[in-house]
């Protein structure tokens, strides 16, 4: 089973976490399984870019981004090579070491 290595965030994972979930789950579905709380507006249907991520190791290992995907993160803050919408992005059987990028674009949260 993979292993995510996640980097520290400073709401969502202060101290970085390890979590390990099956291959063929998204990368956001195994962060929420392990109460890592990432925002996903959209219900992880695509349609938002809310949980973009940064896949600092392993990004060739994941499933190829289809045009939806390279479309919508086109709108993401802090976009850079390596970033996939993480629930979009399917694990394979290689490790990964995800950052979550600090900033988001999930208006629904500025008052918060």
Known sequence: MPVI??????????????VSAPAGTSICEALLDHHINIEHACDM??????????????????NELDENEEDLLDRAWGL???????CQAILAQK???VEIPKYSINHAKENH
Do not use: M, N, W
């Open 80 to 86: 850079e090579p390596q970033s996939r919408l993480s």
């Open 5 to 18: 290595k996640i980097l520290p965030h400073p709401e969502y994972c202060p101290q970085g976490a390890e």
């Open 45 to 62: 249907s695509c349609a938002c870019t809310t949980c973009h991520v940064i896949v600092r190791e392993g990004f060739s290992s994941l």
């Open 95 to 97: 490790d990964l070491v």
